[in-house]
């Protein structure tokens, strides 16, 4: 996906970064850094799961389900009531029903979305799996940088996220979170990512939430010269939370 977008100024992505239950999805926050891509938006989206299986298929024939791992965390209380069903981690939800779908694969059910079913010709067993009811998982919006302000309106921008690195010294971070705070910005997320070949160093990936975008742009100028390398990686409104 990330590919695609980088190749084609047409195509924005659309990727999942963190979920209330299960936490950040690292990887993600690795390929956004590494694509050079612009994040213009994020959704904040409840999320709901279904079993599905194939049409002539009934609770009793089922002996396998598949999903993506975090899908599959976010059900374990239903799954741990049906000890009986053996559980396969797949790359995607949809793409779970998709494959039985496609292989006619009769005793496997699928833990997806209830929109997938009419798309690949299944049927619902059962809606609202999801263990914790308050699950949401956040979105990130992301386009090529030089399509970033034909796309949204910088000056109603109150969240950016950013990536840097910090020298081995006593108290980098410390002095870098002190400014953010000086300057008034909401820290809504800080995240570390080990550096690969770079034993005990990290990346730290960081959420500013702010009402000034002056203020905020004179914090980034404050921290830059504390960091060994600094990205922003988008500047965009607060996304919206759905149910």
């Not at 209830?114 to 949401?136: D, Q, R, S």
């Amino acid at each position: 996906m990330y590919a695609t977008v980088r190749e084609n100024s047409t195509v924005l992505g659309m990727a999942a970064i963190e979920n209330t239950i299960a936490g950040s999805l690292l990887h993600n926050y690795e390929l956004l850094c590494e694509s050079g891509l612009t994040i213009i938006g994020e959704h904040k989206l409840r999320i709901f799961h279904s079993l599905l299986c194939l049409p002539d298929d009934s609770f009793e024939d089922l002996t396998e389900v598949n999903s993506h791992p975090v899908a599959l965390m976010q059900c374990r209380d239903f799954l741990a009531h049906h000890p009986n069903l053996k559980i396969v981690e797949a790359e995607d939800t949809a793409g779970a029903a998709e494959v039985i779908s496609r292989e006619q694969l009769h005793g496997h059910a699928a833990i997806c979305s209830k929109f997938a079913a009419p798309l690949y010709g299944m049927k619902v067993l059962e809606e609202g799996i999801e263990t914790n009811k308050h699950n949401f998982t956040r979105f990130l919006v992301f386009c090529q940088p030089q399509r970033a302000n034909l796309l949204r309106d910088i000056r109603k921008a109150d969240k950016a996220s950013l990536v840097f690195t910090l020298p081995d010294e006593e108290g980098s971070l410390s002095q870098v979170l002190s400014i953010l705070s000086f300057y008034k910005l909401n820290l809504t997320k800080i995240q570390s990512l080990p550096l690969v070949g770079k034993e005990w160093q990290y990346m730290f990936y960081v959420d500013l939430g702010f009402d000034d975008y002056t203020r905020y742009l004179q914090s980034i100028d404050a921290i830059t010269p504390l960091t060994q390398e600094l990205k922003i990686l988008g500047e965009y409104q607060n996304g919206r939370q759905t149910i």
